[in-house]
């Protein structure tokens, strides 16, 4: 039994030891496979990373090559830009951020020659210390620590301004520094020598063409001056000549002389002005003026030539603007009188306006002053409006050819508007018309406005108007608009009479209808039983039996027709009276005593007879010294006295005569 069971346990042992040992078995056959897949991957692996090593390294052999291929391209294209540098024959340069030079070209280091310690290395305030020392450059008054100190800051600023130096041998270098993003300073040093010096030679020889353009503009405008006087003379004379009873034959030769002589002196005038101008010998004479009364004296000088063509010339001053301003009255006249003056001589049928506004300007107490003259007549093309206001330039049409003229007008009135800060411009279109305008800064003067504003009788209810012009109606419209008048305003002298004035009212017919048919309108209104004022504006009334009271010159100012209006306190009926001869006589004071300084006898002998009929006593002086006896001597009421006189000119015997009345305290 013992031995039985010995038995069974030894074999329940050895089946034990056998499923153990099978376990094992199991276990060392699965390791085994593991292992052999794990053998296989690894070779697959080894396989792989050989062959990435193998690109690798491939890769690598051709990166090689391509570093190689790429630094040689870079020192090659390195040797060209210091090629190109060294061949330069500015100097060109490189500080580092402590300003140290790093590198440098010869042309930049070749004022330096045999100095060794210029070069790179070396700090830049050494470099304008060895610079000054060595007496390399041109210190322009400074001492060498004054230059030293001024250059040094000038280094260090943000923004190095460029500077221009001269070196010990004349040369001219410009220095231009500029900041680079790494912090160092890229130094160039311009040669501008040639340059220099070229410039230098032309501010020379401009300033001796611009000498001689002078001395001949003087010269040409003191001849103007000496051919003025002998051309006034033979106009002068051609008149006075014309009133001796001349044959139809020899009035004709009389007025061709004068006419020629005449368009001479328009000619002589604008030389002169245009060279005074050129020589820089036109000066402006600031005073203070009524601009109003200049403009209207321009159109109403100019009225007649246009009215003879059927062209109306009217005035739009501005109802608010001031009507005193400080300027130079004769030169602002000037440019409005050839802007006007043109205009009239361009427009055959229709109308010259001229617009006149400004506008304060506050900053500096100044006025802007605008004025347009716009006319309808045969304008200008495109591209002619720049050449006119150059001299002498005149457009060469067949519609201006018949024209006269110098074409120096607008020259003249361009300087002018210059002087006087404005500008000058002209809008046109062929066939249409011209609207010519400038603008100039004025200075203001006091009395704003007229000083007494006219009162209107309390029986005035509407003035009637009949015009047949659209801006004439509408400009007078406004004007008694702004004096608080009421108005009717008609193109036709029956639509006038239709509309029936009655008392209270006042009539204005204008004078571009037809004379008979105002005398008509003028008399059918009196039938009517009209007994207020009717007025003729900008024409005479030459039958006396026209029922008119009277006859406003045109263009009106602003406050003509208001002024006519307040005094016309009782309503009756003027007929016009003719012109007499001028009476000169100064009341209870007894003939008035003129006298004339003039030194050339035909002058004295021209101006004795154009006064004749003038009840003066006149006396004349040859010289101003002599002006000045006479008046100590006479006591004149009157002194027309010349400027340019031998030994004593007009300016000076004027003073004279000033200082003669300041001292005896003559009125
Ligand atoms: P001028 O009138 O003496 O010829 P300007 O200098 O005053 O000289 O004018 C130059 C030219 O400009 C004139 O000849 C004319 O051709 C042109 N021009 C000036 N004003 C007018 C205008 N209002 N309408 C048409 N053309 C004009």
């Known amino acids: 039994m013992v031995l039985q069971d010995e038995l069974m346990l030894e074999r329940r042992a050895r089946l034990q030891a056998e499923r153990l040992l099978q376990m094992k078995q199991g276990e060392l056959l699965e390791a085994n496979?593991?292992?052999?897949?794990?053998?296989?991957?690894?070779?697959?692996?080894?396989?792989?990373?050989?062959?990435?090593?193998?690109?690798?390294?491939q890769q690598h052999d051709e990166t090689r090559v391509a570093l190689d291929l790429a630094?040689?391209?870079?020192?090659?294209?390195?040797?060209?830009?210091?090629?190109?540098?060294?061949?330069?024959?500015?100097?060109?340069?490189?500080?580092?951020?402590?300003?140290?030079?790093?590198?440098?070209?010869?042309?930049?280091?070749?004022?330096?020659?045999g100095i060794d310690a210029v070069g790179p290395g070396i700090w830049y305030e050494e470099i304008l210390r060895i610079a000054v020392e060595e007496g390399l450059v041109d210190t322009e008054g400074?001492?060498?620590?004054?230059?030293?100190?001024?250059?040094?800051?000038?280094?260090?600023?943000?923004?190095?301004?460029?500077?221009?130096?001269?070196?010990?041998?004349?040369?001219?270098?410009?220095?231009?520094?500029?900041?680079?993003?790494?912090?160092?300073?890229?130094?160039?040093?311009?040669?501008?020598?040639?340059?220099?010096?070229?410039?230098?030679?032309?501010?020379?020889?401009r300033k001796r063409a611009e000498a001689a353009s002078?001395?001949?503009?003087?010269?040409?405008?003191?001849?103007?001056?000496?051919?003025?006087?002998?051309?006034?003379?033979?106009?002068?004379?051609?008149?006075?000549?014309?009133?001796t009873n001349p044959s139809e034959e020899q009035k004709l030769y009389i007025d061709t002389i004068r006419s020629s002589g005449e368009a001479l002196l328009v000619l002589i005038n604008d030389v002169l002005d245009f060279s005074k101008i050129d020589a820089e010998?036109?000066?402006?004479?600031?005073?203070?003026?009524?601009?109003?009364?200049?403009?209207?004296?321009?159109?109403?000088?100019?009225?007649?030539?246009?009215?003879?063509?059927?062209?109306?010339?009217?005035?739009?001053?501005?109802?608010?603007?001031?009507?005193f301003f400080v300027g130079d009255p004769g030169r602002v006249r000037q440019i409005i009188t050839n802007l006007v003056g043109n205009a009239v001589k361009f427009t055959e049928t229709g109308y010259v306006l001229i617009r006149v506004s400004s506008f304060p300007d506050e900053a500096d107490a100044t006025h802007r002053l605008h004025i347009t003259v716009e006319d309808t007549g045969i304008g200008i093309d495109p591209e002619k409006k720049?050449?006119?206001?150059?001299?002498?330039?005149?457009?060469?049409?067949?519609?201006?050819?018949?024209?006269?003229?110098?074409?120096?007008?607008?020259?003249?009135?361009?300087?002018?508007?210059?002087?006087?800060?404005?500008?000058?411009?002209?809008?046109?279109?062929?066939?249409?018309?011209?609207?010519?305008?400038?603008?100039?800064?004025?200075?203001?003067?006091?009395?704003?406005?007229?000083?007494?504003?006219?009162?209107?009788?309390?029986?005035?209810?509407?003035?009637?108007?009949?015009?047949?012009?659209?801006?004439?109606?509408?400009?007078?419209?406004?004007?008694?608009?702004?004096?608080?008048?009421?108005t009717r305003c008609f193109d036709d002298l029956n639509a006038l009479?239709?509309?029936?004035?009655?008392?209270?009212?006042?009539?204005?017919?204008?004078?571009?209808?037809?004379?008979?048919?105002?005398?008509?309108?003028a008399r059918a209104l009196r039938e009517s039983g009209f007994e207020n004022a009717i007025y003729v504006m900008g024409a005479s009334v030459d039958d006396s039996s026209v029922p008119v009271n009277g006859t406003l010159p045109k263009p009106l100012k602003r406050f003509d027709v208001p002024r006519v209006i307040a005094n016309l306190m009782v309503p009756e009926i003027v007929v016009e009276s003719k012109d007499e001869a001028p009476d000169l006589q100064p009341g209870a004071q007894g003939t008035m005593r003129v006298l004339a300084a003039e030194d050339n006898k035909?002058?004295?002998?021209?101006?004795?007879?154009?006064?004749?009929?003038?009840?003066?006593?006149?006396?004349?002086?040859k010289d101003g010294r002599e002006a000045v006896a006479q008046y100590k001597a006479l006591r004149p009421h009157l002194v027309f006295m010349d400027i340019s006189m031998p030994e004593v000119d007009g300016k000076e015997a004027t003073g004279q005569i000033r200082a003669y009345e300041a001292e005896h305290e003559l009125p």
Request: negative net charge; glycine residues 6%; hydrophobic residues 40%.
């Open 386 to 486: 720049e050449h006119i206001f150059g001299e002498f330039n005149q457009v060469d049409d067949e519609r201006n050819r018949k024209f006269q003229g110098t074409g120096l007008g607008l020259a003249i009135a361009l300087r002018l508007v210059s002087m006087m800060g404005g500008e000058i411009w002209v809008d046109s279109e062929p066939g249409k018309g011209s609207s010519f305008g400038f603008y100039i800064q004025l200075d203001h003067a006091d009395g704003v406005l007229p000083a007494e504003k006219p009162t209107l009788p309390a029986w005035l209810r509407h003035v009637y108007i009949a015009d047949p012009d659209d801006n004439g109606r509408d400009i007078l419209r406004r004007q008694l608009a702004s004096a608080h008048v009421q």
């Open 602 to 621: 035909t002058n004295r002998l021209v101006f004795s007879k154009l006064v004749k009929s003038a009840r003066i006593n006149l006396t004349f002086a």
């Open 142 to 205: 400074l001492s060498r620590a004054e230059w030293v100190s001024e250059m040094r800051e000038r280094w260090h600023c943000d923004v190095i301004p460029p500077k221009t130096i001269q070196l010990w041998n004349g040369t001219f270098a410009r220095l231009v520094d500029r900041r680079a993003q790494s912090g160092d300073t890229v130094s160039i040093a311009l040669n501008i020598t040639a340059e220099t010096r070229f410039q230098a030679k032309l501010a020379r020889s």
């Open 71 to 113: 630094r040689g391209a870079t020192q090659i294209a390195e040797q060209r830009l210091w090629h190109s540098i060294e061949t330069i024959e500015d100097g060109f340069a490189v500080f580092d951020d402590r300003s140290i030079m790093v590198v440098a070209n010869a042309a930049y280091l070749a004022p330096f020659d």
């Open 33 to 57: 496979r593991r292992l052999s897949k794990d053998a296989r991957d690894l070779s697959v692996e080894i396989l792989e990373s050989h062959q990435r090593q193998e690109a690798l390294l």
């Open 281 to 323: 010998r036109l000066n402006l004479h600031p005073e203070k003026f009524d601009l109003e009364q200049a403009v209207y004296d321009v159109a109403r000088l100019l009225r007649p030539g246009a009215q003879e063509k059927g062209v109306e010339v009217l005035v739009d001053y501005d109802m608010f603007m001031p009507q």
């Open 214 to 243: 002078r001395a001949k503009s003087s010269f040409l405008a003191k001849m103007s001056h000496e051919i003025r006087t002998p051309m006034n003379g033979v106009v002068g004379m051609a008149q006075l000549l014309s009133e």
């Open 497 to 521: 009479l239709d509309a029936q004035p009655g008392a209270g009212d006042v009539v204005l017919l204008d004078g571009a209808f037809k004379a008979p048919e105002v005398a008509k309108a």
